[in-house]
């Protein structure tokens, strides 16, 4: 099977400092992996530049066998990416968004109201679906944001923060769609700060730091290159990073 995602010796820079440096990084198809790393370690510019919202300063990104650098629409129409600050048009209401994003990716109207109405109601946005999103809250934002995401069925859905904001319930639908997704076939990439949900959630775990992946496994993998213990994500993740506070 082709892998979902395929990073090789990929750089980024900017003026003089490393953003990424030399990232090699697989991720497999049909898995749910989370890219985990201190603020600056370069998980959102990794993302973005998948996304082809920003060109790499050397190496290569194959999304399914593509090679988004030769073919970036047939790459970006197998990508979905919701950044950690919802991009909304305020003035539209859900339906409207997500009718009209349809449309970019070219999927017809009927489809698209049929995936949309599914869409809005599997993340209890149904009651809401006539109301201009800019009196929505942050919460509700991001799950609008999510569902046009998912609007044209990516193969590859790229997730920035996805649960910054969400109160407990909004969250837990979130994950319940993520993990759904997942069982249907498609592979998802998330970063997150809740170490407790990467925990749960993800088949393999990647931690990057400084621009390079210093560590990638299973739970259990990660415990076995930190001594074999019981530790917490938690823990590991401050252990790998060098980042436990000092006594």
């Known amino acids: 099977m082709t892998d979902a995602l395929v990073l090789s010796r990929l750089n980024k820079t900017f003026g003089t400092k490393a953003a ?3 990232l090699d990084l697989t991720v497999r198809s049909g898995e749910l992996y989370a890219l985990l790393g201190p603020n600056g370690a370069g998980k959102t510019t990794t993302l973005r530049m998948v996304a082809g919202l ?5 190496g290569s990104i194959s999304v399914f066998g593509v090679d988004a650098l030769k073919d970036p629409a047939d790459a970006k129409a197998m990508i979905a990416w ?12 859900p339906m409207e968004y997500l009718e009209f994003v349809a449309g970019l990716w070219g999927v017809d109207g009927k489809t698209a109201r049929a995936r949309a109405e ?3 109601k599997w993340l209890g946005l149904w009651e809401e679906r006539t109301q201009r999103c800019e009196g929505f809250s942050r919460g509700m934002k991001q799950k609008t944001a999510l569902a046009g995401a998912l609007i044209h069925e990516p193969r590859l859905l790229m997730l920035d923060e996805p649960l910054t904001g969400l109160d407990a319930a909004m969250a837990r639908q979130v994950k319940d769609v993520l993990q759904e997704k997942v069982s249907q076939g498609a592979t998802v990439i998330l970063t997150t700060h809740i170490l407790e949900v990467a925990e749960r959630m993800a088949d393999r775990i990647g931690i990057i730091q400084h621009g390079k992946l210093r560590a990638e496994g299973s739970l259990e993998e990660l415990r076995a290159l930190a001594g074999g213990g019981r530790e917490t994500l938690e823990d590991l993740f401050l252990q790998l990073t060098g980042e436990a506070a000092q006594p």
């Open 118 to 120: 599914e869409l809005l």
């Open 82 to 93: 919701a950044p950690d600050e919802p991009m909304l048009y305020d003035r539209l209401n």
């Open 54 to 58: 920003l060109s790499p300063t050397s």
């Open 20 to 22: 990424v440096s030399d």
